[in-house]
């Protein structure tokens, strides 16, 4: 029998395991952009930052950019068959 204990470390162990990753370089978002489980890419523009979130399989991956022209290159960058998506600065 399990107690309601273990149960509920089972469960908060499960959702720390999928906690979304910080990608630092963009080479290594490009790359992880181009893998064959990555679904779509999130775009999200503030003031000071451009974010952009690719979803995978597994994780969703996040990588900050603080200089716009570098944001503009990377979104063409993008690989064309993967959904992009422009989100405002509410959600």
Do not use: N
């Amino acid at each position: 029998m399990i107690s309601t204990d273990s149960s509920e470390w089972f469960v908060s162990v499960l959702r720390f395991d999928t906690q979304p990753k910080q990608i630092h370089e963009i080479k290594d978002f490009l790359l992880t952009a181009r893998r064959k489980d990555a679904r779509s890419v999130k775009i999200k523009r503030s003031r000071d930052v451009v974010k952009f979130k690719v979803r995978c399989s597994k994780y969703l991956y996040t990588l900050c950019v603080f200089d716009p022209e570098k944001a503009d290159k990377l979104k063409q960058s993008l690989p064309p068959g993967l959904s992009v998506q422009e989100l405002d600065k509410s959600g």
